[in-house]
């Protein structure tokens, strides 16, 4: 008999209980070692041998006819020798241990059935050939692929060298060896065989590979899978297993045995078992087993060893893990956020600007009233004749420095621009504080558009493997006759929609992310992530937020409240403090322009001359002239009061008039702006919260009713269009019920902006204090 290579399930057996009236299978087992975590498993099997033979049988599995091997060939020659002399009526064998022994038997006495996933490309059968052909005995051939495998991961992470790592035992019994010699040749690679009996010898034997391949460990604990995962993940390998998708769970990389694939194992066993009972031989069940090949990824583990998802995969490939949980350099919470973007954003830098320059103005223009000093220096040259007859006056050459002082002791042109330029600067200081709170309502608007997308990509990846699954629904519906290949078709479509979507949702939240870094002045592409935000968790509750909650939810309230929102907002707006700065600095110029025209301007001015040299002719004086001497001065003030300056004062006077009207229209309409917006804010809060609870509802019927949908469709009671209605209800609660949510955080945000007051910014004493406030406004209206 050819030699056939078993990769092992073990399974722990607990007793079935004996049927008097039935006729009694009793079932024999070989294992190679025996996993008490495989009790599941078995379990599984065993329940789906029971429906499977249902009545025609009682089957036992007694704990007598459990013989273990412990990985020893000899010892599992005696465990057959000993199983054909018992009392049982079929014998199961799982392992390669079991399978070196079996092999060599060549008559079975007992109907054998030798079970494992055997992959083919270690199997040579003759062409043509599809039952055992051994009398009482047949194996399990399966589709998958140890060479399928390993292209599939060369496609995925473009590797040099990969580790092969496979149990012991095998590594003995097969030739390895020569099987990767083919493989790494068509792929151009290199490859390390690592056998191992432990754990120690895997993790001390994969220096020097960029990709690893479990082909063998079905007996490592969950824990021992999870350490060797966070070790390759941790040097950046790309991992690929030939196990379930369990390793998947513990953080292993991708795999190409479909969910299904279990489930299709265990109905071979069972339906063998059923053949053995109808009195079939077993040389003529067949002996293969075709798998659906699908590729699995665990999400996370691919970020983490930074191996990029091909979108061309998308459409093909299952996913496993968090979409949500992202590889990022820093996370970032709502209020660091706010602090964020007011300490770093470059608008608000460029707000601080103007106000530095507006600082400025008000000092230029107070430096009207330092003194002014200058220094001067000059030299002359006067034609001889004239100097000649000057009489000492001009001589021919002369040179001279000249220090003059003046001071303006006071101007109402002066005082009034430095007065303008203070309200001006005060005004733009309210600038900054609205253009601030502008920001802060984007930076709090992109953190929520963040998580939003977030759960999005969630509940997209999630459509997308219920779209598969409905998928397989078909195709099986199709192939036992209860629907036609439309529907097959119609979800095959479905599902490049979905993938589609899958790729948009990915790229709108890439998108969101460099946003916020723009916001918070980060490098775009640095890798950050946002903390997710639940309503009424600590940190609402620290700034208050379910009280205003509870106030607004009261009708009695909520007038009262609406009014005190309004006057505090009308209290607290940059925009109303701006206009008023802007008033009193026109105010200030109609004063100017009126009676403070003919405000005497007063100033006082002095000089020091002194000649510092002459020559030439005419340089001395003529006797009796007195000579002028070396340096003098002069000193003197200056009265002015303007009367007529081409009626510019009139004009100046006129605009500032219509300024001045135009100001306080623009605070009367901001002011009912400020009104109208607290309203429609409340209004919009009310509908959000409604609709909070509407989405919770709406989603979880629209959950069950997928869920009776899809059962019905299974079942053939319902029709392809009613799944996909219910399906798409569904996908559509749920991205309404995250939307509500957030969506009430950004309506309360967008309150609080017109408020110009954000909780989140300020401390728990001071919206106490506001909210001490509100109280005593209610008690008073």
């Known amino acids: 008999m050819r030699k056939i290579v078993v990769l092992c399930f073990v399974f722990c057996l607990p007793l079935c209980s004996v049927g008097q009236t039935k006729e009694v299978l009793n079932v024999g087992i070989l294992l190679d070692y025996f996993d008490t975590n495989k009790i599941d498993l078995f379990d599984e099997l065993k329940n789906e041998i029971k429906a499977v033979v249902g009545e025609d049988a009682e089957v036992k599995f007694d704990d007598e006819n459990i013989l273990v091997a ?75 692929s140890y060479a399928s495998d390993l292209l599939t991961l060369h496609q995925l992470s473009n590797y040099n060298k990969v580790g092969i790592i496979i149990e012991d035992g095998v590594v003995d019994g097969v030739d390895v060896e020569g099987f990767m010699d083919t493989v790494a040749q068509d792929l151009d690679v290199d490859y390390k065989v690592i056998p ?101 990824i665990n999400y996370n583990t691919a970020q983490l060893v930074e191996l990029p998802i091909k979108n061309s995969l998308l459409a093909t490939t299952n996913f496993v893990g968090n979409f949500n949980k992202v590889i990022y350099d820093k996370k970032y919470g709502l209020v660091e956020v706010l602090h964020n973007i007011i300490q770093d954003n470059l608008g608000l830098q460029v707000e601080k600007a103007n ?109 997308l493997e219920l779209t598969k699954t409905n998928l397989q629904i078909a195709k099986q519906n199709f192939e036992a006759g209860q629907s036609g290949k439309s529907d097959v078709l119609r979800f095959q479509s479905e599902l490049a929609q979905g993938s589609q979507l899958l790729i948009e949702a990915i790229n709108s939240l890439k998108q969101s992310f460099f946003e916020l870094n723009k916001v918070l002045n980060n490098p775009i592409d640095q890798k950050i992530d946002v903390e997710d935000l639940e309503l009424q968790v600590e940190l609402f509750e620290r700034y208050n937020y379910s009280k205003w909650s509870r106030f607004l939810d009261n009708p009695k309230l909520r007038k009262k409240l609406i009014d005190f929102l309004v006057e505090f907002a009308l209290e607290n707006s940059p925009e109303l403090k701006s ?177 110009g007051y954000f909780f989140l910014l300020h401390t728990v004493e001071e919206n106490e204090e506001v909210i001490r406030r509100f109280e005593e406004f209610a008690l008073r209206n």
Do not use: W
């Not at 057959?80 to 006495?109: C, M, Q």
């Not at 309200?423 to 558009?449: F, P």
């Not at 002011?671 to 609870?693: F, G, R, T, V, Y």
């Open 70 to 144: 412990d990985l020893d060939v000899k010892k599992a020659q005696e465990n057959y020798n000993t199983i054909i002399t018992k009392d049982v009526d079929i014998i199961l064998a799982f392992g390669l241990v079991n399978n070196e022994v079996i092999a060599r038997v060549k008559s079975h006495p007992i109907p054998t059935i030798l079970f494992g996933v055997v992959s083919n490309d270690l199997i040579k059968i003759k062409e043509g050939q599809t039952t055992s052909e051994i009398n009482n005995f047949s194996f399990i051939i399966t589709s998958k």
């Open 196 to 296: 191992f009996k432990s754990l120690d010898d895997i993790l001390s034997n994969i220096d020097g590979i960029d990709a690893a391949y479990l082909v063998g460990g079905f007996y490592l604990q969950e824990s021992e899978i999870k350490t060797l995962a966070n070790e390759f993940i941790k040097r950046k390998i790309p991992s690929f297993t030939n196990n379930t998708i369990t390793d998947l769970d513990n953080g292993l990389m991708a795999t190409n045995q479909a969910k299904q694939n279990l489930n299709q194992f265990f109905r071979r066993v069972a339906l063998s078992v059923e053949d053995v009972v109808s009195g079939k031989n077993l040389k003529d069940i067949p002996i293969y087993l075709e798998y659906d090949n699908e590729l699995t």
């Open 355 to 463: 106000i530095n320059l507006a600082g400025k103005d008000v000092q230029s223009a107070k430096s009207e009233y330092l003194p002014n000093l200058s220094a001067s220096a000059s030299a002359a040259y006067v034609d001889p004749g004239l100097a000649e007859v000057a009489n000492g006056q001009s001589p021919e050459f002369s040179t001279s420095g000249n220090i003059g002082l003046s001071q303006l002791v006071y101007s109402e042109a002066v005082s009034a621009n430095v007065s303008i330029q203070k309200s001006l600067e005060q005004a733009q200081i309210q600038n900054y504080t609205s253009e601030e709170l502008n920001t802060v309502l984007e930076g709090a608007n992109t953190y929520l558009n963040c998580l939003i997308l977030k759960a999005n990509l969630q509940i997209v990846s999630q459509n």
């Open 579 to 755: 206009l008023d700065y802007n008033l009193e600095a026109t105010d200030r110029s109609l004063k100017l322009y009126s009676g403070g025209r003919f405000v005497p301007t007063l100033a006082l001015q002095g000089q020091y001359i002194h000649e510092l040299s002459r020559s030439g002719k005419g340089v001395g004086y003529p006797t009796g002239f007195p000579v002028i001497p070396d340096g003098y001065y002069n000193v003197g003030a200056s009265l002015t009061i303007p009367l007529i300056d081409q009626n510019k004062q009139n004009i100046n006077k006129q605009i500032a008039i219509i300024q001045k009207d135009q100001i306080e229209i623009n605070e009367q309409d901001l002011k009912l702006q400020i009104a109208s917006n607290i309203n429609n804010a409340i209004l919009d809060l009310i509908n959000q919260i409604a609709n909070i609870e509407l989405s919770k509802v709406s989603e979880r019927t629209a959950e069950e009713g997928l869920e009776l949908t899809q059962a019905s469709y299974n079942s053939g009671a319902v029709n392809i269009v009613q799944l996909l209605d219910a399906q798409n209800n569904y996908l559509e609660a749920q991205l309404a019920n995250i939307s509500a949510n957030y969506n009430y955080l950004f309506s309360a945000l967008q309150l609080e902006r017109s408020l």
